[in-house]
């Protein structure tokens, strides 16, 4: 190998070192959200609401959720995610508390309690259901969304939910993923 030949392979070699230093944390950063698992993590979460103790019974209640947002590359902290609506039972009952995404089964709009608190309404396209989230009328395309509800094992349990979406217009309840 001659002096040119010798020159011309190094500075392939220390061209290729430089492009791999690039390149390895650029092809890190770009996959990095593939690999992570905190968004699936923190949709598999159970949120603490409140105290059971802060409940009424048959008194529907509405809670906001809020909760770090990611999506691909980009975290947003502490954003509104949804709304529950938590509805304590008599003693004894199993479950204590049934909660319903406020997400209306129709098209997503908010539910909200009617005026006279015995059923709740979405002003969206009039869906009605009463307090066990049945439809009360044909708007719906099934009753609201039941949620997974656990207590906490304090004295005063918290109200623990997992918040899920579901898709709209389906008479089934469909987790959307
Ligand atoms: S979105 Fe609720 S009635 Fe249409």
């Known amino acids: ?71 691909a590359w980009v975290k947003y902290p502490k954003e509104p995610a949804g709304a529950v609506w938590l509805v304590r039972q008599p003693e004894g009952a199993e479950p204590a508390v049934v909660a319903y995404s406020a997400e209306c089964p ?9 005026d006279d608190g015995k059923h709740f309404i979405c002003p969206c396209h009039t869906s009605a259901f009463d307090l066990e989230g049945t439809p009360q009328n044909q708007v719906p395309p099934r009753p609201m969304d039941r949620l997974k509800v656990e207590l906490s094992d304090d004295a005063d349990p918290v109200v623990r939910v997992k918040f899920e979406r579901f898709r709209t217009l389906a008479e089934e309840q469909i987790p959307l993923a």
């Not at 092809?27 to 603490?48: C, H, I, Q, S, V």
């Not at 129709?106 to 009617?114: D, F, K, P, R, V």
């Open 1 to 71: 190998m001659n002096r040119r030949d010798f020159h011309r392979l190094g500075t392939w070699f220390l061209g290729g070192l430089v492009k791999l230093a690039v390149a390895v944390p650029a092809a890190a950063f770009l996959l990095t959200p593939l690999r992570k698992k905190g968004g699936a993590a923190e949709a598999d979460a159970f949120e603490g609401l409140v105290p059971l103790s802060q409940l009424k019974v048959g008194v529907p209640q509405a809670f906001g959720i809020v909760r770090d947002q990611v999506d």
């Open 106 to 114: 129709h098209l997503g709009c908010a539910i909200n309690m009617a």
